[in-house]
């Protein structure tokens, strides 16, 4: 498979467990580009330090890089969409698949440790969702609503993907 399966999502979505279980099941590389954007520019919340800009450039960088990829599962930062510029990359060579956890699951199962925008507690999950689900709905090509069952949401999007003809059955 050419194309790319690339995860959107809300922080805590579950797009890292699930990406490196659709890796594992489809026999894809995995990238996570909040790991590559730490291995380049250091801790996300030193980068955060310098400002939330600061940030998504290097978030912006990073996803340009990758862009050229072919055939990669691609777990995204929450806010990747935030930059029409991000999607525009991403989808040159790959399926944006939104992974739509409700808010108060994320924050049953989130550490809010090290995540910088989670700085204030629970409260600004849902501030962040209002300002993202359009934007994850709008540029998404499959959305799939997740709970926590990390087994089903991998099959879900199999099955997707196998009856849209992205995969082979």
Do not use: W
Request: aromatic letters at 8%.
């Amino acid at each position: 498979m050419k194309q790319n399966i690339v995860l959107i999502g809300m922080m805590g979505c579950g797009k890292t467990t699930v990406g490196k279980r659709l890796s594992e099941q489809l026999n894809m590389p995995f990238i996570d580009t909040d790991v590559l954007i730490e291995e380049t520019y250091g801790p996300i919340p030193k980068l955060f330090e310098r400002g939330e800009d600061y940030f998504r450039d290097a978030e912006s960088k990073i996803i340009s890089e990758i862009a050229s990829f072919e055939g990669a599962v691609i777990s995204t930062g929450g806010g990747v969409v935030l930059r029409e510029e991000n999607v525009k990359a991403l989808k040159e060579k790959g399926f944006l698949i939104f992974i739509d956890r409700p808010v108060h699951l994320i924050a049953e199962s989130i550490d809010f440790k090290g995540r910088p925008l989670l700085s204030n507690g629970p409260e600004i999950l849902h501030e962040l969702m209002e300002k993202r689900y359009p934007l994850y709905k709008a540029y998404c090509d499959y959305h799939v609503v997740s709970d926590n069952d990390i087994s089903r949401t991998v099959r879900t999007i199999i099955e997707i993907l196998k009856n849209d003809g992205v995969i082979s059955p």
